[in-house]
């Protein structure tokens, strides 16, 4: 999302995609988490894989989400 869309968008609106996408980084957060300690667990076990990129990968979008959450949050405190 750019900020012109964040500007675009009411109070209301703000409010509710932050505390969704506050909820949706969580869990995300949480996933990411297992699936690093699974895959130290498997590398151990059974040795290195592709799938052993997959955490490393979902990593971008973590911090796109809090890029974005961020923003979201400078523009409520901009209109306040």
Known sequence: MKDSKFSEMSNEELIK???????????????????????IFIVFMK??????VVPIALLPILFLNLKNLKEMK???ESRK
């Open 74 to 76: 400078r523009e409520l």
């Open 47 to 52: 040795g290195f894989s592709a799938m052993s």
């Open 17 to 39: 995609n932050q505390k969704t996408l506050k909820t949706v980084n969580t869990i995300f957060c949480v996933v990411l988490f297992m699936l690093f300690i699974l895959n």
